[in-house]
């Protein structure tokens, strides 16, 4: 096997018309950019990251020993009932009045000098929470997307943010290369029908993608509803 014999353009081909063939609602991996973008990928999975460091805890907690241990991912209390996990930099807590204690107990069972999390938009709980003492807060995309059936991911998406209370009321039609969808917000729910074409300019695949997942998605696409991209799944 050489470099250069298109091995990669020909399996990526191939994984593409499998997908497709299987009624797959979109794809994902993750690697560099302009490498997948030549194969219909786009940067998405829009990720607040929370930098939470022992000096965080100390000032959070102050003199009090954390409420829960952490063990193989597991947060349990004394008693060792589970009250959440903590794996891989994602954290979930049946009561986010604990985030501070669950971090407390991650970084003392590994001696980690640092905690990094990765928090979806939607998981509200969680950013406002460990938002309020972590050391550091920023934006990144963690994934990138192929979209095969726009109207199902769209709904997906939209109805996550709904479910938070993120997305606004209002309508707007997305075309993606002659193919439309009309998506309506109402009362804290979100519908995703066939639209007209001519209510919406045409854009590419690529750029509906972006439109859909990039952080820069509002100032890329300003005619859109406010708060209502990027979206993440």
Not at 23 to 38: I, P, T, V
Not at 46 to 51: E, F, H, I, N, S
Not at 60 to 72: F, Y
Request: charged share 20%; aromatic share 10%; glycine share 10%.
């Amino acid at each position: 096997y050489e470099r250069g014999e298109g091995h990669m353009k020909h399996l990526m081909r191939m994984a593409d018309e499998d997908m497709a063939a299987a009624g797959y609602d979109y794809a994902e991996l993750n690697g560099l950019r302009q490498r997948y973008q030549y194969f219909g990928y786009t940067q998405g999975n829009v990720r607040y990251m929370l930098d939470v460091t022992p000096t965080n805890i100390r000032h959070t907690l102050g003199e009090a020993a954390p409420r829960l241990i952490w063990q193989d991912g597991r947060l349990l209390d004394g008693e060792g009932v589970q009250h959440g996990a903590l794996n891989g930099g994602r954290l979930t807590l049946d009561d986010y009045s604990l985030a501070a204690d669950a971090c407390a107990a991650y970084l003392s069972a590994t001696g980690a000098d640092s905690l990094r999390l990765s928090v979806a938009p939607y998981e509200t709980a969680c950013l406002r929470t460990v938002g309020a003492f972590c050391e550091n807060t920023t934006l990144q995309t963690t994934m990138q997307y192929r979209v095969y059936h726009f109207d199902r991911v769209l709904l997906a998406g939209l109805g996550l943010r709904a479910a938070a209370g993120l997305l606004p009321d209002g309508e707007a039609t997305l075309n993606v290369e002659g193919e439309a969808w009309h998506m309506v917000c109402k009362d804290g729910k979100a519908t995703v029908e066939p639209g007209d074409p001519a209510a919406a300019p045409m854009l590419t695949k690529m750029q509906a993608q972006e439109l859909m997942f990039s952080p820069l998605s509002r100032a890329l696409y300003p005619d859109m509803p406010a708060e209502w991209f990027p979206i993440s799944l």
